[in-house]
């Protein structure tokens, strides 16, 4: 099982849709929004490139504690079975989109992995939201 977090241009939903935003169901319109705006069928999910500036910045910090598992990183050759296994619980899994980055960790890291996150939109001003459960939910926009 994995745990997994998106982080997402707070300014690239409609004002309504908006974390916080009042008088509508905000998560409903958030769930359209990821499921559908968020993805551009055009870019490439792997390349931390196709995502904004500030996505990018976040993903800087998040790679510190959680390095990419898809970076071309990853150990080969003789020993890497053992490496790998030590590294399992810390490596994430990046999905980048042009105005949101998911990033699935290891159950094992799940409450690190959260407070990670947030310090990371902290500091990038990003906004965040679980989508580990089916249905995204945002649970920090940026300060």
Not at 30 to 59: I, K, N, Q, V
């Amino acid at each position: 099982m994995s745990y997994d977090v998106v982080a997402f241009e707070q300014d690239a939903l409609e004002p309504e849709t908006a974390v916080g935003a009042g008088g509508r169901d905000t998560e409903a319109d958030f769930d359209a929004w990821f499921d559908g705006a968020a993805w551009s069928d055009d870019a490439d999910t792997e390349d931390p490139a196709t995502t904004s500036p500030r996505l990018r910045a976040y993903c800087e910090i998040l790679w510190t504690r959680f390095p990419a598992m898809n970076d071309g990183l990853s150990p080969t050759g003789e020993g890497a079975q053992q490496v790998s296994r030590a590294l399992s619980d810390v490596l994430a899994d990046y999905t980048y989109g042009p105005h949101l980055v998911q990033t699935s960790f290891s159950d094992a890291v799940a409450r690190d992995a959260l407070a990670a996150c947030a310090a990371a939109a902290s500091q990038a001003g990003v906004s965040l939201a679980l989508v580990s459960a089916g249905r995204p939910t945002p649970v920090l926009p940026p300060t």
